[in-house]
């Protein structure tokens, strides 16, 4: 009888990427895929170690699947289950913890997806790997935009990131893997590409047949736009990593949407030390000018923590000034949270629950404000709109700059980019559009 199979994330991206690549093997060999929620056989959970209380959220998801279906076999994966193994397993219910290494081999792991009474617990040390399991995937509710991942792992040591741990170092896609996947992706119909890893703009691969050449973010992105495709998006990147050579390609290719998304952390000088950053707010403050000046429209997204040990009022009221004056488009504010093995963990100063809350809600609001400046900036600007799915009679769809779009529905424009004229904004959500015939 065909078994079924339900899948769900927690976190980034990447993991979204991953998930969905696991979702293509199991439709391969057969698998009925069901929705997360629907009664399954098997259920697999693609785990996040940013993710606050990732233990609890995990034995909430497993109880409520089990709770539909007792009989399921549970797998966990992801960088949760990597980096804290059996505390998954004691989790009653998990039949499989399968870590970094092993995410791709779930099949030689499963034993038939048979349940048992007891978890078994798969994890090599992260130090040991060094293969790149590749994913092409699409995204998980619509066949617009592709994510390809070139590159895991990280060789950096921000102070407060596990990411390393769980991942290991920085490795990437052969460049000829790159370009194949970015076909394939074509060929299916997809009109985005976007880009992802966990520090893409470290792609660095390397090819020695006699002589030796070296691949580095700029040279996957030259051989794409080669492609016949319509957009391609980075994910984000390290503020240190977008070159000059980029943003002229961003500028001069048409396919590179004038959007990015690059971490910043803190605006703060001596915080942004202590997180070991590899940027200081001048050179940060720097490349957005640069990037305003060089590239017209663009959208620009900045990841900022609140509440690292040791950011005290002052150093935050920095990080606010300096973000209010920043030309961006919108912010993505996270609480810092305690990560076992990390070095911020060990540093003094603590900032209390309740501050990390009210700096993080004080964050979001200039989020908001910034959006809703952007949205308006592009009232009456025509852009081309990548179109999704239609739902409850209205399309969304987005621009290269990453401007979300409302207009009325027409199953005619789903997966397809349409000029458009930006008429109105509602501030928070969307802009409104007509469509230009
Ligand atoms: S760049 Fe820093 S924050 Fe990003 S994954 Fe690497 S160590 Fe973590």
């Not at 998930?19 to 199991?26: A, R």
């Not at 994510?147 to 896609?173: E, M, V």
């Not at 004056?325 to 609480?335: D, G, R």
């Amino acid at each position: 009888m065909q078994k079924s199979v339900s899948l769900h994330t927690l976190g980034c991206k990447l993991n979204y990427s991953e998930t969905s690549t696991l979702s293509g093997e199991f439709n391969k060999k057969g698998f009925k895929i069901a929705d997360y929620g629907e009664k399954s056989d098997i259920f697999v959970l693609n785990t996040c170690t940013v993710t606050d209380n990732a233990d609890k959220e995990c034995r909430q998801i497993i109880r409520s699947v089990l709770h539909k279906n007792p009989d399921t076999y549970v797998i966990i994966t992801g960088c949760y289950a990597q980096l804290r193994p059996n505390e998954i397993a004691s989790i009653l219910g998990v039949d499989l913890v399968l870590g970094t290494n092993e995410k791709f081999k779930l099949f030689e792991y499963a034993d038939n997806f048979e349940k048992k009474s007891f978890s078994c617990v798969f994890t090599s040390p992260i130090n040991e790997v060094t293969d790149f399991d590749y994913a092409y995937s699409s995204d998980v509710d619509s066949r617009t935009r592709a994510f390809l991942k070139i590159q895991d792992g990280c060789d950096y040591n921000c102070s407060f990131c596990t990411i390393p741990l769980a991942r290991g170092g920085s490795r990437s896609l052969a460049i000829n893997k790159v370009i194949e996947n970015a076909q394939k992706i074509i060929d299916n119909g997809y009109r985005e590409i976007v880009l992802t890893g966990v520090n893409t703009g470290d792609y660095n691969y390397t090819i020695n047949n006699g002589t030796v050449k070296k691949y580095k973010l700029i040279d996957v992105l030259y051989e794409l736009d080669e492609l016949d495709v319509k957009r391609i998006r980075i994910s984000s990147i390290e503020p240190n990593l977008l070159t000059d050579e980029i943003i002229q390609l961003t500028k001069s290719s048409g396919k590179f949407c004038n959007h990015f998304h690059i971490p910043l952390q803190s605006g703060d000088m001596s915080v942004l030390k202590m997180m070991r950053r590899r940027y200081n707010t001048t050179q940060y403050s720097e490349l957005i000018q640069k990037l305003i000046e060089e590239i017209p429209g663009i959208g620009i997204g900045v990841d900022v923590i609140v509440g690292f040990p040791g950011e005290t009022d002052e150093n935050f009221e920095n990080t606010w000034k300096f973000l209010d004056e920043l030309k961006v488009s919108y912010l993505h504010v996270f609480s810092y949270s305690e990560r076992k093995d990390t070095f911020a963990v060990t540093l003094p100063g603590n900032v209390d629950i309740t501050k990390r809350k009210k700096r993080s809600k004080i964050l979001r609001e200039l989020s908001l404000k910034k959006k809703a400046a952007f949205y308006s900036k592009n009232i009456g600007n025509t852009e081309n709109v990548l179109f999704e799915t239609v739902k409850n009679g209205s399309i969304f769809g987005f621009t290269g700059n990453y401007i979300k779009v409302k207009t009325e529905a027409n199953k005619d424009y789903e997966n397809k980019i349409i000029k458009v004229i930006l008429t109105g904004n509602d501030s928070y959500n969307y802009c409104s559009g007509n469509i230009i015939n």
